[in-house]
């Protein structure tokens, strides 16, 4: 069995403890108006054209986006780069597009990493089936999960599908599994009110277990813009404006009642 994977990253310091192999996993069942890996979304491998330039030449070269893996090379990957994971406590993260989506693939990856002393992230956005979570979370050390809307309405103007699922499944990850990072994309114009950001915070008071270990806000920023470009995407979301740190700070301040530490950034 394979995995497609549409990027590998490592020496990552964003996606978990420590320093980790991150592995982005193609395929998602959300359209977030701002994703930043829009590259992530079709769960087949795609073609992209780049331009490039030599001199005074301009050419286009195909570039294919997603990659089969099997575990083994997962496993190998991995193990090239345990000395820096042992460490700083690090070790590896799944993230995507919505690594749940290839659940058998994710499943096998995460009980044969686990089985070879490593720790194990998953980065969802929480849009999957019940029995999906079931299977993985023996598997799973952490989860980083995305909460992006309160609001139900909001949520599918935005993201294309109901926060029901999603908010569900948090509360059964909280209750089921070794450990939780909430993290919520600040998106100028969709979530960034106070309103907004209060009604998660009012919602993780309620739902908050021993588990949940992290809040991380995550400012919106424009870097995946160019993607769509390349990829012949429609962008439909404006570009906007960067928040500054100190409105990241000020916003960050509506989680304080939540008792769970909160970071601005990953
Ligand atoms: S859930 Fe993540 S990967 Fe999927 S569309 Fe939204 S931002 Fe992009």
Known sequence: MKGLIFSVKRYSIHDGPGIRVTFFMKGCPMQCVW????????????????????????????ESVGVYYSVDQILGIAERERVFMQH???????????PLLQADFLELALRELKKHGFHTTVDTSGYASKET?????????????DIKNINEIRHIEHTGVSNQLILDNFRFVLSNSAGVQVRIPVIPGYNDSVESLSAISDFICREATPVLKKINLLPYHKTGVSKYKLFNLHL??????????????????????????????G
Request: with cysteine; aromatic share 8%; glycine share 10%.
């Open 35 to 62: 994703c930043h890996n829009p590259e992530g979304i079709a769960p087949q491998p795609q073609e992209a054209l780049r331009n490039n330039r030599i001199g005074s030449s301009d050419f286009r070269v195909s």
């Open 88 to 98: 700083s406590e690090g070790g590896v993260t799944f993230s995507g597009g919505e």
């Open 133 to 145: 979570f079931r299977r993985i979370i023996p598997f799973t050390d952490l989860f980083l999960f």
């Open 236 to 265: 439909r979301m404006s570009i906007a404006e960067e928040p500054t740190g100190e409105s990241m700070k000020s916003l960050a301040h509506l989680f304080d009642k939540t008792g769970v530490p909160v970071k601005v950034g």
